[in-house]
């Protein structure tokens, strides 16, 4: 075997390595992402992007109750309020559905670390005080789209964001 | 007097990149000289993000809270100022470092390092987005290009091919992510459909995506509101993401295919973005030089040769003409003679 060939064979079997472990990690976060927690290590991803079509879609929202202690007639949803920046960035979004996990799992301090960087990234130059209530929200996506109806909404606790 | 300050060596170390080229005569001499044309072109794009990265610094000496991922897990000891600050310009300083001396290892794995912690810094903040991820494994990879060790002719030929290999993997690794995605978009499809729900290749699934996507943020797109009145006009775009998205690897080892799947996937990060206000402005940028500006292309190529080998479409042509287009300069078909 002339030494090309060598380089050759040892450059095909080194990407077959990355490429088998790359896929063989990303696929490890995937299958624990499913119960809900971010397992993602960066910067291995599985990309797992738009994989799954929304149906009947479960997700947590957070219903504002009061903003500095001036209650909100009738409560809404933080995306729908025009008080805070619009387009609601998406990772705030993110942030409130791990809060809803954390919250449903038990792990208070997890849930707190995420109600103070909410608070303290996205709603402190707003507002000072927040009151609300976490909700789990079931919908169709068309259905609420076109006529903002939720198939089911449960308050599953209440709580304040503050400095 | 330079030679008393060490100021030589640094001008050495600075001389323009490939200044004393091994790449001439071959078309795959021509194709290596082409690769590093892009590599540059590269560093120079890292150069554009890191000044637009510290032109943000604001947004890191406002103090956000932080949830830090891995490469920066130290920050919570120094703030997210001062390290804003710090991974910024460590980032902008290796890009330009490893722009002007791109062919040296080092300055690459330093700038690799530093977009590492830049990126994590950015996506250290509750969710992690993935416009950088296809830029980051492109410069991880491309730490592994080879150094010039010599002028002789078989260390030029050596240096030239190692290059084309190392580009090659890059650009594999790129195409892999997208099979990835459109292998568990199958998978989830078929899945979803069984259980008598809308799957990804059902009339009703992109207007589906764009209804979550415009609820999540409450906001509006250019063109939603036309996919959710029209639904059934996501059909065609979901398939054909499908064929982009799950053949992708396979284009690898088609180089004739490179341009008109870059111009492909492209056309779906322009249609998420107009449709869900998704802008994967970085991914774009990167699959434009990797694969847009392929070196493993033909310079005569004509533009059906693409079209020719690209997975389905093989009747379009005479046998002659496949195996013309499939031999067009694959990178493994490059071998040293000892």
């Not at chain 2, 902008?92 to 062919?103: Q, Y």
């Amino acid at each position: 075997m002339t030494e090309s060939q060598r380089y050759l064979q040892r450059y095909w079997m080194i990407l077959a390595i990355a490429a088998f472990l790359y896929v063989t990690v990303a696929g490890v976060t995937l299958l624990r992402a499913r119960t809900g927690a971010n397992t993602e290590i960066f910067p291995i991803f599985s990309w797992d992007l738009f994989s799954v079509v929304p149906n009947e879609t479960m997700d947590y929202g957070l219903r504002v109750l009061e903003v500095d202690g001036k209650p909100l007639e009738p409560p809404q949803f933080l995306e729908q309020l025009t008080l805070f920046s619009r387009p609601f960035r998406i990772s705030v979004h993110m942030a409130i559905q791990e809060l809803g996990v954390a919250h449903v799992r038990g792990d208070t301090e997890r849930a707190r670390a995420l109600a103070h960087m909410l608070y303290e990234n996205h709603l402190g130059g707003a507002a000072r005080r927040v009151r609300f209530e976490l909700v789990e929200r079931r919908f169709d996506v068309l259905t609420r789209v076109r006529s903002g109806r939720f198939a089911s909404l449960t308050p599953i606790d209440l709580a304040e964001l503050h400095p | 007097m330079t030679q008393a300050f060490g100021l030589s060596r640094l001008w050495r170390w600075l001389r323009p990149p490939m200044a004393s080229s091994a790449l001439t005569g071959s078309a795959h001499a021509r194709a290596a000289q082409r690769a590093w044309s892009i590599v540059h072109a590269v560093y120079a794009y890292n150069v554009y993000i890191g000044v637009t990265l510290l032109k943000n610094w604001q947004r890191w000496a406002d103090g956000p809270v932080l949830d830090p991922l891995w490469p920066v897990s130290w920050v919570t000891a120094t703030g997210s100022a001062a390290a804003g600050i710090l991974v910024g310009t460590a980032y902008l300083g290796t890009s330009l470092l490893a722009l002007f001396r791109p062919e040296r290892r080092g300055a690459r794995a330093l700038c690799a390092v530093s977009a590492l912690m830049a990126f994590a810094l950015h996506n250290s903040f509750g969710k992690i987005n993935h416009t950088y991820h296809g830029l980051l494994w492109v410069l991880i990879i491309f730490v592994f290009l080879p150094q010039p060790d010599g002028q002789t002719h078989h260390a030029r030929r050596r240096f030239r091919q190692q290059t084309l290999r190392i580009f090659w993997a890059g650009q594999a690794a790129l195409l892999m992510f997208y099979s990835m995605s459109g292998a568990l978009k199958l998978y989830a499809s078929i899945n979803q459909m069984a259980k008598g729900q809308a799957g990804f290749l059902s009339a009703e699934a992109a207007a589906r995506h764009v209804a979550h996507r415009l609820l999540q943020t409450n906001g509006e797109s250019l063109l939603g509101w036309l996919m959710l009145e029209h639904p059934w006009i996501g059909l065609p775009t979901q398939w054909l993401t499908i064929y982009l998205e799950l053949l992708a690897f396979l284009i690898a080892f088609r180089p004739a295919s490179h341009r008109l799947w870059a111009l492909g996937l492209i056309g779906m990060h322009l249609g998420i973005g107009l449709f869900m206000d998704i802008w994967f402005i970085h991914q774009i940028t990167i699959v434009a030089l990797m694969l847009a500006c392929s070196p493993f292309v033909r310079e005569d190529a004509h533009a059906l040769d693409g079209l020719r080998t690209l997975p389905g479409f093989a009747w379009l042509s005479s046998p002659g003409r496949q195996r013309r287009a499939r031999d067009l300069e694959r990178p493994q078909a490059v071998a040293v003679k000892e």
